[in-house]
């Protein structure tokens, strides 16, 4: 005789193997709305330590004429002026979603280079270029190092100012009284705290 089939048992490892995935699903999801709440709390306390740092402590130290302290636990607190501007890197352009806004980042950014050119800070200007190459073409990347222009090959181009020369020109600038395009280069001049631990 045939011996009945118990359908709930074969089906029972089944769902049982459903219901792990499902917790582990639910976990994941769980953590990512987690990691979600922590980076908005992070993004919070960041933006309560700028105000802290550029705007609170630096107008409370001005107002008492007290241009460092240091704290009971030994850390140095000194309040400095900051100039920081900014050209718009290719980075940021290739990330520029609405063509309009590409053109108009890659004009800003030649404008500035064109300007610090006529300045004569050209040397601030660098500029790098990328080439891909595949396994086994050493000889190729070889020979592509000596002979750019005669090659057919794809390479990316990146040019630039690193924000730390372009910020210690323009303070330099500044503090010489010579011009300098402040909307050009997005000048952003304040006070910020800086704590140094000991």
């Not at 045939?2 to 995935?21: R, T």
């Not at 979600?36 to 306390?45: F, G, I, N, S, V």
């Not at 850390?75 to 979603?97: L, T, Y």
């Not at 790098?128 to 090659?151: H, M, P, Y």
Request: glycine share 6%.
């Amino acid at each position: 005789m045939n011996e009945p089939i118990d359908l709930l048992e074969d089906v029972a490892p089944a769902s049982n193997e459903l219901g792990a995935i499902a917790d582990l699903a639910q976990r994941m999801f769980d953590l990512e709305a987690e990691i979600a709440q922590l980076e908005e709390h992070m993004k919070q306390k960041k933006q309560m330590l700028k105000m802290l740092a550029e705007q609170d402590l630096p107008d409370l130290m001005q107002e008492l004429n007290i241009k460092n302290f240091t704290l009971s636990n030994g850390a140095k607190v000194e309040v400095k002026d900051i100039i920081q501007g900014s050209i718009p890197s290719q980075g940021a352009i290739d990330r520029a979603k609405d063509p309009d806004e590409q053109e108009s980042l890659r004009l800003l950014q030649q404008q500035c280079f064109d300007w610090l050119r006529e300045q004569g800070l050209g040397d601030l200007i660098k500029s790098q270029v990328e080439v891909q190459f595949g396994r086994n073409e050493d000889d190729a990347c070889n020979a592509f190092t000596q002979e750019l222009s005669s090659r057919n090959l794809a390479y990316k181009r990146a040019v630039g100012v690193h924000p730390q020369s372009l910020n210690a020109t323009l303070r330099e600038r500044l503090s010489e009284g010579k011009p300098i395009p402040l909307e050009m280069f997005r000048v952003y001049t304040g006070r910020k705290a800086n704590i140094r631990r000991k």
